[in-house]
């Protein structure tokens, strides 16, 4: 049987009158020996999930600003700049552009799904890679390829901000 809420498979388990009952560990939902439906609440497996995905969300989103931040005095610093003032401008700079830079990266990678047929990319010219003979199709797919995984941090953002939402709005 398919969890009618999240679609995973669910097993059966047999209660102690010898009735059955269905539990999904997904999503929490189930339905007794008795046929009633009921929310079983949210297992702890999905908890955990939610919490590491968010720790995992704020690496992405926060990372490049801290590591911009920080590089910039750091090279100011090696390069010998008198008194750092190209890297105070650069970090004031930051400071305005990095959220609009990154809420515009989001939306891009909300809207955008880069489509490539990865069975024509040209790579090594043999095997699953038939044709050796490099076309504009192929550099097409390459930069599609590439465009595809640039996003992938951005979906793991937007895929913890939707399992947060279906959790608060359910």
């Known amino acids: 049987m398919k969890c009618p809420r999240c679609n ?7 209660l102690p009158d010898r009735s059955l009952k269905y539990e999904c560990d997904q999503c929490g939902w189930g339905v007794s020996g008795t046929g009633q439906e009921e929310d079983t609440g949210r297992s702890t497996f ?4 939610l919490i590491l995905f968010w720790i995992l969300a704020l690496v992405i989103l926060a990372g490049p600003y801290i590591g911009l931040r920080y590089a910039a005095a750091y090279f100011a610093d090696i390069m010998g700049a008198p008194g750092g003032e190209g890297a105070a401008r ?5 400071n305005i552009h990095y959220a609009w830079i990154m809420a515009a990266y989001l939306v891009v990678c909300h809207f955008i799904t880069p489509e490539y047929d990865i069975e024509n ?23 599609m390829y ?3 995984s640039f996003m992938i941090p951005g979906n793991v953002v937007l895929a913890t901000f939707a399992a947060t939402w279906r959790l608060a709005f359910r």
């Open 90 to 94: 650069f970090v004031r700079g930051l």
């Open 146 to 148: 590439s465009l595809a």
């Open 46 to 49: 999905f908890w955990v999930k």
């Open 121 to 143: 990319m040209g790579i090594f010219g043999s095997g699953r890679y038939a044709n050796p003979a490099i076309t504009g199709e192929h550099y097409y797919n390459r930069i």
């Open 8 to 14: 995973t498979v669910i097993e059966e388990k047999s």
